[in-house]
């Protein structure tokens, strides 16, 4: 038994027949725009200091684009993907997504708004060690009202993409660090979510996974046309990503 699993779990990821290594040619011009900062600004406030983490922040991703968000530890890259995917409010300016105001939203609306059309790949966003494997990734699906069989086949189908399809029994404590890692892509993408948000997706693994773990998003970024924002310390990633966009002291740069 032991043996066999060993075996399964040197399984390379699966790859499209097409080659995964190419940047996207879909021509991102003709796209329309998804998700729009304007002058965003986003303020820490403890008992005597204040940290402006996000200082004017202006960006405009198109549909399709897969983009990488870069800069120096404490720049404030996790609270622009927190701020634009509504997970965290903001001081002023203005952030939309497909063309709706997140401000204009109700707490519920935003739940199901975001529910519907986003996945995340945050490592705070751990998988829950009591699951199995198909029951983490399956979560997303039963909470917006997929029926539970139904819930079963998608949750499968997007193990075996991610190459996990034979540990789909097993908790997530007998996974190694990359396959975790992948079992998080599978929830994040379980729903085909128009915007899929990442923060250092590939931080704690070795190149090999890293190299993996790029060539899946870029095939579904290509195939599904999905919106990849990846926040990344890795030159790596960046090179993968359509384009870059650099942040230091709260502020994008050129
Ligand atoms: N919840 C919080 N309360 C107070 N200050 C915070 C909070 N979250 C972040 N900050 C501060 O905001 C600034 C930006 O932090 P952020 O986590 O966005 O940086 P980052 O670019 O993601 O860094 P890293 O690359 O290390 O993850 C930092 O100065 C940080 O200390
Ligand atoms: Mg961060």
Redesign the pocket.
């Known amino acids: 038994m032991a043996a066999s699993k060993k075996k399964i779990s040197k399984k390379p990821i699966k790859k499209s027949t097409n080659t995964p290594k190419k940047k996207s040619t879909t021509n991102k011009k003709q796209s329309p725009v998804v998700i729009t900062s304007s002058k965003v600004v986003k303020i ?1 406030k ?1 008992t005597n200091v204040e ?1 402006t ?1 996000l200082d004017g922040v202006d960006i405009s991703i198109k549909e399709g684009e897969m983009v990488a968000i870069m ?10 993907l927190n701020c634009l995917s509504g997970l965290d409010s903001i001081n002023s300016g203005s952030i939309k997504l497909q063309n709706m105001e997140l401000e204009s939203l109700s707490d519920d609306k935003l739940s199901e708004f975001r529910a519907k059309n986003m996945g995340f790949v945050f490592q705070s966003y751990n998988l829950l060690p009591v699951l199995t494997t198909v029951e983490n990734v399956e979560l997303p699906l039963l909470v917006s009202g997929t029926s539970a069989k139904e819930a079963r086949k998608k949750s499968e189908a997007k193990l075996d993409d991610v190459g996990l399809l034979e540990w789909s029994q097993h908790l997530p404590g007998e996974l190694s660090g990359g396959q975790r890692q992948r079992v998080t892509l599978a929830r994040a993408l379980v729903n085909e979510p128009a915007i899929v948000w990442a923060d ?1 997706p590939t931080g704690n693994l070795d190149s090999t996974n890293e190299v993996e773990i790029m060539d899946l998003l870029t095939d579904l970024n290509k195939k599904n046309n999905q919106t990849f924002v990846i ?1 990344t ?1 890795s030159n790596y990633v960046g090179g993968r990503a359509n384009r870059i966009i650099k ?1 230091k002291d ?1 502020k994008v740069v050129k």
């Open positions: 820490y403890s940290v983490a800069g120096p530890s404490g720049c404030g890259k996790t609270t622009l250092e926040v310390h942040m709260g």
